[in-house]
């Protein structure tokens, strides 16, 4: 296995990094952590500097070491809290506003969560809204954040109201209903022990009321209830979505056996890029973007092939680029530009550089040794086109059973987002799902075998690959009548049928805004 991408830090915990801060911070932290404790149990007129330094066993004269005054500290302490709404309710969900009815679902989630909506946290809002004296200092840190929660709350109501097509709407009203239903909710919590608390109801009742205003939109995303596959919630703008799922994530683009000597080259079309792997005369592996730097056409239009002399040369107006990608001949302008390559199993992947958010290195932890593995001589076909959105393709392919795999051992690796490995014994085959616009997607498929295999083995696998292309077809066809079926507006999900765990794990992935 050959990496040419830095290898990932160890994960430190959150508790490791508190203490890896130096010893002011986190003293100021904590006194604002016992700040927070005295609001919740005297209110900021009952909060004095005493009960604060006793709760947060320092001594009082700390207290003027970081703040001027007992009012800094109440403010202080009123902004950490401003700041972690801010960082852990609306940014995530800011991420996911191209998915509007996923991102009210993790807006209900995150704005209910323990760690946000503690009885200790909730209540010391309210206490400063109740106190005439201290409102003008709540208003001047949090009006802002009120504003922009509530900017939050109206922009994903349009957008649900474009995506339903429910125009007769008022988004105002149902935005204000919403926030509402969670103002009550806190109200709730803040005269509760958390062993008291049902939040699970309670992100019942407010998933309730956006069912009640979007029924179609939510009730694929029930929670608890099985939900199925059906995921016509999770439709969001489709160039979002590809920036999200498919800039920074790496893609399967060729096996290292296709390009064996120096000037091989495999070419292949990708979510919104075209990519052009190379092995240069020292044997490095190269991907650059299939496109010439003086306009954006492909430089090759073949799976395969070789660049004979060692260049790269474009058709249109004549320029060349070396194996490594730099301009040769008279022309001395930009050179290709460059994909990060990851290698491992014999196969090859690669990563936009350019990505704002780099996804983790493919895990083929589940695969066996496949390095020697051969392209199939039609290794590579056309892509098959999907009248379904790549989502819905990805999930039916999951849920199905590969012919033969309950008679022979099978290995298979979902890679995400959107690829699926499958090893049979001397065969290995992998499926690549694309987003052809929105509704639509590509299926690629690529297939290689361990060399010298005999003749029996050989007719065994042939067999084997022809049960794969039907089955293949017919899944392809079952994800396309399953997007038919998604547009009844009458239809109901039966919340009875649990998902599989792979389907499972497929929607909290596109739930989940940290993959
Ligand atoms: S477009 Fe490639 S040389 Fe002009």
Redo the contacts with the bound molecule.
Sequence with gaps: MTRSVKKKKKAVTADQEVLRQPLPIRQRQRLIDACITALHLYGPTGTTVARVVAIAKLSPGIVRFYFRSKAAMLVASLQFLATEFEDRVVTPVVALRGQPALALQRLVELYLDPEIASPRKVAVWYAFWGEASARQEYLAICGQKDANFAALVHDLVDRMIVSSGRRHLDSEAVALGLIGVLEMLWQGFAFEEEANIDRALARRRCMAYLRSVFPREFAALDEGAGAGRVIRGMHGDPLEEREKFFRGAWQFAGHEQEIPGSGDYVALDLADTRVLVVRDAAGTVRAFRNA?R??P?ALVSTRRGRFADASIA?A????SYGLDGRPVGSHEGAGLLQFEVYRSHGLIFVRSPAAARPWPEPDLAGIGAASDYLPLPDAAGSPWPVEADWKIVMLQLLESRPPGATTSPWRRQFLRPNMLVEQRPGALSILQVLPAGAGRSRVQQFEYAAPAADPQALAGEERARSLMRVQLERELAIAASTQQGEADPDYEVDASVAPSPATAAFRRMLLDADY
């Design positions: 010439c003086s306009l056409h474009c249109l107006h004549g320029l």
